[in-house]
Nanobody
């Protein structure tokens, strides 16, 4: 059974940084394209960043381009999202999954950007 566990969220001031982690159990992520998604209250869940299985190619939503960086450590079965220059509009629950989505959603990690 695949289980995705997201962590690293928290409360941060505008302009601050956070690093999210996504760990997978029951699955080797090495050959899977992965993505980070987010869902703000009252809004749909959107893809914000993706990375190929090799890690050689990444893509970002326009709203986070230049501020967020997705990376992966296949040996550790972990995918990361480095978030810099955070804005209040980045406030959301962040999830990882395959890209496209392959498994049930995990619990996510809450990111709140507020002064």
């Amino acid at each position: 059974q695949v289980q995705l566990v997201e962590s690293g969220g928290g409360l941060v001031q505008p302009g601050g940084s956070l690093r999210l982690s996504c760990a997978a159990s029951g699955l080797n992520l090495r050959f899977i394209n992965m993505g980070w998604y987010r869902q703000a209250p009252g809004k749909q869940r959107d893809l914000v960043a993706s990375i190929t299985a090799s890690g050689g190619s990444t893509n970002y939503a326009d709203s986070v381009k230049g501020r967020f960086t997705i990376s992966r450590d296949s040996a550790k079965k972990t995918v990361y999202l480095q978030m810099n220059s955070l804005k209040p509009e980045d406030t959301a629950v962040y999830y990882c999954n395959g890209e496209p989505r392959l498994w049930p959603w995990g619990q996510g990690t809450q990111v709140t950007v507020s002064s």
